[in-house]
Every structure is written in C-alpha cells, then in structure tokens.
Antibody, heavy 119, light 112 residues
Framework: EVQLVESGGGLVQPGGSLRLSCAAS????????MNWVRQAPGRGLEWISYISGSGDSIYYADSVTGRFTISRDNAKNSLYLQMNSLRDEDTAVYYC????????????WGQGSLVTVSS | DVVMTQSPLSLPVTLGQPASISCRSS???????????LNWFQQRPGQSPRRLIY???NRDSGVPDRFSGSGSGTDFTLKISRVEAEDVGVYYC?????????FGQGTKLEIK
C-alpha cells in the first residue's frame, strides 16, 4: 500500500523557517517525481514544487522561488521542503504527492501538514 | 499560466440525482502527443485530495463508475450519474498539459 506521511509543520513567526518531511513507503520511491502542493485555509490547491526521481530536475512556483528548497533522499525514501523567510500568506496545509508523469500527477497524497505563520 | 474556470462553484444536489461540473481552460489542453491532460480530483471534508479521473475520461482504480469525465479542447465536464452521500466535498479540475499545472477554483457539492 502506498503511504505518504508528512511531518514538521507548526506555528512559526513571519520571517522564520521550517522544514517539512514526507516519508514514503509502498512503492519504488526513486521512480517517481515528488511534489509539494499547498492549500491555504478555505482556499484551493496550489502546486508549489516538484523534484524528479533522481533529483536533477526541480521546479518552484513563483510564489515560493528563492525562499523554499525541495530535496529528497532516495536511500531514506524521504522528501523534504525547507521553507525560509516565511510570510503570513504561506499559512496552509502542505501535502506531498507523487507523480509518475508530470502531465498526470498526484495519484497518491499524504495527509497534509499544517504550517501557520503568525506573530 | 493556464487559467482553469469551474462552474458552478456551489452545487446542491438531491441524493440519487445526477450532477455535472464544468471546467473551462484558457488555452486548448491538447498536448503535442495528441493527448489531453485534464484531471479531476475530489476532496471530501477534512481529507486530502484524491484523484478521480486522468486524461479527461480515465477513472482511477477504485473510483465508482457513476463518475465519468468528458470533453475536448477547452471544455470539460465531470458527471456523477447518481449522487450518493459519500460524494459530498469539493471537486477540482487540473490541467497538466501546459507548465505549470494549474487547478480550477473548486466546486463544492452538497446534498440538498
């Protein structure tokens, strides 16, 4: 069974940093693009970052470029999102989701990790 | 970025009745390989999203056959033949043809 389990969310002040993790199991992790998708409270879905299976291809949405860094450790079947210079508008539930192909992504999702940016 | 526009944004439906959600893209979603990468997701209250349909009309494993997708070019539709209580939630279309992939704003289905 495919499982994606996020951790690391919490309350952080504006300008602060947080690191999210996503532990994967039940599939060959290195065969998949891994993604972060976020959902602000009461809002829709925003694809903010992906990383290829080997880690050599990475994308960031304009809203997080220069502040967030995605990475993965295939030996540990883990995905990470380092979030720096956090803003109020980064408050959201952050989901990790896998994609075998980027054109038909997100066939499995984690349960989400809530990040709250507030003073 | 491609803008995905869904309608209606709120959809009250009587149990057992059909439901239909429209999704329109700001550009054609036909990819260079001839495929159309339009996907549909369901998000039940308090849950993570779940993909229902990929490439316009292909149901994911475990998705009931009362869900169907259709469309071409820039106009797409998700239909539920007979709404059940477990179908309550928000439905999102999402295009993967043009980078970056983008979601519609969501349609909230509720029981009347």
């Amino acid at each position: 069974e495919v499982q994606l389990v996020e951790s690391g969310g919490g309350l952080v002040q504006p300008g602060g940093s947080l690191r999210l993790s996503c532990a994967a199991s039940g599939f060959i992790f290195s065969d998949y693009y891994m993604n972060w998708v976020r959902q602000a409270p009461g809002r829709g879905l925003e694809w903010i970052s992906y990383i290829s299976g080997s880690g050599d291809s990475i994308y960031y949405a304009d809203s997080v470029t220069g502040r967030f860094t995605i990475s993965r450790d295939n030996a540990k079947n883990s995905l990470y999102l380092q979030m720096n210079s956090l803003r109020d508008e980064d408050t959201a539930v952050y989901y990790c989701a896998r994609a075998h192909f980027l054109v038909v992504p997100f066939d499995s999702w984690g349960q989400g990790s809530l990040v709250t940016v507030s003073s | 970025d491609v803008v995905m526009t869904q309608s209606p944004l709120s959809l009250p439906v009587t149990l057992g009745q059909p439901a239909s959600i429209s999704c329109r893209s700001s550009q054609s979603l036909e990819y260079s390989d001839g495929n159309i990468y339009l996907n549909w997701f369901q998000q039940r209250p308090g849950q993570s999203p779940r993909r229902l349909i990929y490439k316009v009309s292909n149901r994911d494993s475990g998705v009931p056959d009362r869900f169907s997708g259709s469309g071409s070019g820039t106009d797409f539709t998700l239909k539920i033949s007979r709404v059940e209580a477990e179908d309550v939630g928000v439905y999102y279309c999402m295009q993967g043809t043009h980078w970056p992939g983008t979601f519609g704003q969501g349609t909230k289905l509720e029981i009347k």
